[in-house]
Every structure is written in structure tokens, then in C-alpha cells.
């Protein structure tokens, strides 16, 4: 047992973040202290109307569903076919943030030794290790052809656009052939849409997954992960949600009711109270949008090269250098941001920086790089 306890801590990576702890105690020894977009977590205060919800349901004794209420399957059902095209007979069901679902994807899938799950060459690293915990291999694949240079059987195909780390917009063009190769090879995609709604003027449309679009008549074999972190600054509420194909929800839920994966009803409700309201989702995507501009103009300014970046919360930016000068370079100016490598190999000349910062510490940002020559 202690051995097995030991190999599976030895396939997992370390947590990157972890890795950054030298640069952030230098970054916060500048007189004007730490300025801290290495993670995307918000700042901005709960909305009003969410927040209400969430007090009005807290007497709650009960253990709640798994499936979540009936009112919150309507509310994300409404969402989906509203924002993502989903239309009828969609599957729904609430998941505990969504990294949590993204981490245990590939072992609810039932997914294992001599499967594979493909991942894009620059991606979130939870998809990763999900796949590392289930023992299954892993494949930096996102086209067709990419899929079918894999040895072996592809279980699970993560897609995400807009992107995390880069802010990349998949046309649905090159979903839908995703999506066509998975189904005529028995695999399931999962498409992260978490950044769906941080659109910008002048950038393009995200499609989801669940659009016609991309998934044509039927849903099958495609879900779609979303959270209300970014959208409705709900990142301490762990509210998420997977809709799609009513056969893969069903199979998620029936192992997810085993293990007590359940959402707390103050939550649930609080849920519904966020997907009811756009008002307040359209608020918070000005403010990211006004700290955008200012973080690529400072970015710019001091001589960093954006690359995609077109929606999302981050600005995927580099200097032509390794990544790690790159953070040394910003931590002695008192700033944090994420290094590349973090997110795939890929990655290693670049850099992510986050939106979710106040307006007065990503003005901070600008006036420091101003300076640079």
C-alpha cells in the first residue's frame, strides 16, 4: 500500500505554483510591495443579488442533491440553450468548481492504464494530472491529425477556447472536426468554457462546444465544463457546472452520488440567483476589459510581445527568453506573473498575466514598467 501511495505522488508534477515561491519573496521586497497576477483568482466583491440568495437559503439541513435542485437544473439548462446553443434534452449537472471536475474527469470516465486523454499543447495543468491520477497516458494533441499520429485509444479529448494560459478563440470550424474525429473513435470531449463569456470589442466570438455549430444535431459524446468563478466572482463559492451529452452526465452523476460530491444547497441557490442575472456578469467583463487595455499597453510598452490573447482573462505575453528570466526580471520590479512552462512545453519563452488584479495595482503595473528603458 505505502508503495502504491508513493508511485502515484511520484506521477503527479509539483504544484507549480509552489515553484514560484523564490520570485514572490523577492517581488514583495519592492518598496511599493507585491503586485500578484501569477493567478487568475478575483478581487471584485460578490454581487448583491448572489449574495442574498445565498443567505435567504443557508437554513439548510438536509443533505442536498447530487444532481442539484430542480430549480438549478432549470437555471443551467436555460443557460446552456441561451448562451451555448445547447437546446433541449441537455444534461446538467453542478460540480464543485470546476477544477474539480477537470482533475477527476478521466476516473469518473472510468478511464485508466492503456487509454490516453489529449490534451492542447499549452493548457490548464489540471487536465494533466487528472489524467496522471487515472494512470492513463497523456497526448499534447488538438487536430485531427495530431489525434491520429497517438498510439493507441484516445478516451478523453480536452478542447478550451477561449484558452488558459493564451486567451486563443478555436473557430468552430476546428472544433467540430474535433469533435467528428472523437466520435468516430469512441472518445468523449470536454470542452473547457470557463473563460466563454470575456469577450473584448473588436475580438471574436467563442462558440461553445454545444452549439450546432460544433456538436451538429446531437450532443453525443460532448459535455462542456463551466464555472461562475470569473463570470460572477465566485471562485470561494466552488460553483461549476458540466452540460451536454445526457448519457455522459448520467454516468458522471451515478458515480458522483457514491463519493458525496455534493454541491451545499446555500450554494446551489446562489447558483441560480448567478445564471438568472446577466447584468452583473456584463459589469464584471467592462472592469476586466478596462484592466486589459491597460496591462497590454504597459506590457507593450516595456518592450513584451503579445501573442493571441484575444479573449479570456489573461494576457499571454514574452520577451523572446526563457521564462524564467522573464519572472526574474519581473520580480525585481515587484511583479508576479505565471512562467510558461507551467502550462506545457510549449510554453517555456512565455508568459502569463492575469486580469484580476484591482484597478489601482494594475495601474501600479503600468507606472513600474514605464520605466523601463
Not at 445565498?54 to 443557460?79: K, N
Not at 479570456?312 to 523572446?320: F, I, S, V
Not at 526574474?328 to 488584479?357: E, N, Q
Not at 484597478?359 to 501600479?364: F, K, L, P, W
Request: aromatic fraction near 6%; include cysteine; charged fraction near 20%.
Amino acid at each position: 500500500m505505502a508503495a502504491t501511495r508513493a508511485a502515484r505522488s511520484a506521477a503527479l508534477p509539483d504544484f507549480p505554483w509552489d515553484l514560484l515561491a523564490p520570485a514572490k519573496k523577492r517581488a514583495a521586497a519592492h518598496p511599493g510591495g507585491l503586485i500578484d497576477l501569477s493567478i487568475g483568482t478575483p478581487v471584485d466583491p460578490v454581487p448583491t443579488v448572489i449574495r442574498e440568495a445565498l443567505a435567504a437559503a443557508s437554513d439548510a439541513p438536509g443533505y442536498p442533491l447530487a444532481a442539484g435542485s430542480p430549480t438549478l437544473r432549470a437555471a443551467i439548462g436555460e443557460y446552456a440553450a441561451r448562451r451555448c446553443g445547447a437546446g433541449d434534452g441537455v444534461g446538467v449537472l453542478p460540480t464543485i468548481g470546476s477544477k474539480e471536475l477537470v482533475g477527476w474527469l478521466p476516473i469518473l470516465l472510468g478511464l485508466g492504464p492503456g487509454d490516453t486523454v489529449a490534451i492542447p499543447s499549452v493548457c490548464y495543468p489540471t487536465y494533466e494530472v487528472g489524467a496522471r491520477m487515472a494512470g492513463a497516458s497523456v497526448a499534447r494533441a488538438g487536430s485531427p491529425a495530431e489525434l491520429d499520429a497517438i498510439d493507441g485509444p484516445v478516451g478523453l479529448i480536452w478542447i478550451n477556447s477561449p484558452g488558459n494560459p493564451n486567451g486563443r478563440v478555436l473557430p468552430a470550424a476546428e472544433l467540430a472536426a474535433v469533435v467528428a474525429w472523437a466520435r468516430a473513435h469512441g472518445a468523449v470531449v470536454a470542452s473547457d468554457e470557463c473563460y466563454l463569456e470575456l469577450t473584448y470589442d473588436g475580438g471574436p466570438t467563442p462558440v461553445s462546444a454545444l452549439d450546432p455549430a460544433v456538436r451538429g444535431d446531437a450532443l453525443d459524446g460532448v459535455i462542456a465544463v463551466h464555472s461562475l468563478s470569473k463570470r460572477s466572482n465566485l471562485a470561494g463559492y466552488r460553483a461549476g457546472f458540466v452540460a451536454g451529452d445526457p448519457a455522459v452526465v448520467a454516468e458522471l452523476l451515478a458515480v458522483r452520488r457514491h463519493l458525496g460530491m455534493l454541491m451545499p444547497a446555500p450554494v446551489q441557490a446562489a447558483m441560480v440567483a448567478a445564471l438568472s442575472d446577466q447584468a452583473h456578469a456584463e459589469e464584471q467583463r467592462q472592469r476586466y476589459a478596462a484592466r486589459r487595455e491597460v496591462l497590454r499597453a504597459a506590457l507593450t510598452g516595456a518592450g513584451l510581445r503579445i501573442e493571441d490573447s484575444a479573449a479570456g482573462l489573461y494576457l499571454w505575453a514574452t520577451r523572446d527568453e526563457d521564462c524564467w528570466t522573464t519572472v526574474d526580471w519581473l520580480a525585481g520590479r515587484g511583479i508576479l506573473a505565471s512562467p510558461g512552462a507551467f502550462y506545457g512545453p510549449a510554453g517555456v519563452r512565455h508568459m502569463r498575466f492575469a486580469l484580476t488584479a484591482s484597478d489601482e495595482r494594475i495601474g501600479a503595473v503600468a507606472a513600474r514598467l514605464s520605466s523601463v528603458s
